[in-house]
């Protein structure tokens, strides 16, 4: 079979470096030579090209031309490697990502692409969605039949045939066997006992970080860690419930948070909120269910696909202030259980959502033929 080359512009900017090193890997255990472009480069089956950035960048010019480099480079090898099939992801479908699947599609590519976002969250043009993916895209991937609904629903049957429904893959493998949770609570300077409630993740509306943030209003039973940065948004809506908090009680990591970070905040809190409003799907909840602790999320289709209410997680109905501050209270008076929940949600994803059974529906959906 021909090679694979993956283009991953993110990676380690958000911690896509972690789904595309366990995909890669996997593919490429399989028996599919595979090779990533990206930000990272890690030793493994697969091989990996550092093609884009791997510093942050805060300039909206410095961040177009990284993409624009990173991706000209990677094209530039996968021509001179003589790779036909590519796979790339997608969160929105911009002038810029419209300007990159072209460029593919005209130096005779197979296009696959991972659909992480059905509609991006911003700059997302429909004009330029229908010809990606109706017309240049040789199979999409979409992570839950909820996708797959919204993704057919807005193009049409024509995409049918061409999209194949994938799951996100957990994230045991990257958890470290270092500090246990009161060694992680010491290392972040918090009390063995207290009771820890963590929002991870990058801050923007559609995420419903104002949503916890009103539920726990004077509260003094627990407290609430917001670890991560603000993502074409500003944090001053937020700020008026940050008035009405108890200050001891709120640990605000408004930053990105390094992977050493991470797996501290992970391995000390008691319960992982994720009060979205909408998503698609979310490597956070797959993450969180990936170290054994319990998640409280809102009743989202996606969020439904994953969690069984009180058998791996915990649902709150979507958007309902006073329902998630009650289950919130029930969750942590209730610790032994919780416990169970967490350890049922690691098993759960352990089984079902492993990236060897994700990379074998891909290789049985590349496009191979001329």
Partial sequence: MSSLAIIDHVGTKAGMDYYTSNLAEALAELGLFTEVYSNFALEGKAKYNVTFPTEKKSNTFQKARGFIAGHFWAILAIVRNRQRLVLLHSFETGLKEFVIFGVLKLLGRKIHIILHDVEGF??????????????????????????????????????????????????????????????????????????????????????????????????????????????????EPYQKWIEQWNSDKLDLRLRFIPDSERDLLFKAADVVVLPYRKIYQSGVLIMAMSYGIPVLASDLPANREVIQDQKNGFLFKSEDVNDLRNKLDTILQNTDFCRIIGDNGKTYVEKEYDWLSTAKVIMNNLATQP
């Avoid at 057919?152 to 999209?163: I, N, P, Q, R, Y």
């Avoid at 246990?180 to 801050?203: H, S, T």
């Fill in 122 to 235: 911003t700059g997302d043009s429909r004009w330029f969605r229908k010809i990606i993916f109706k017309n240049w895209a040789d199979r999409v991937f979409v992570m839950n039949e909820y996708s797959r609904e919204l993704f057919v629903s807005a193009l049409g049957v024509e995409v049918v045939a061409k999209t194949e429904q994938i799951k996100h893959g957990n994230f045991i493998s990257q958890i470290s066997t270092g500090a246990n949770r009161n060694e992680a609570r010491i290392a972040l300077g918090y009390e063995e006992e207290e009771p820890l409630v963590l929002f991870f993740g990058q801050i923007k509306q559609v995420k419903g970080l104002d949503i916890l943030l009103e539920a726990g209003i004077k509260q003094d039973r627990y407290k609430l860690i917001v670890a991560g940065r603000c993502w074409r948004t500003e944090w």
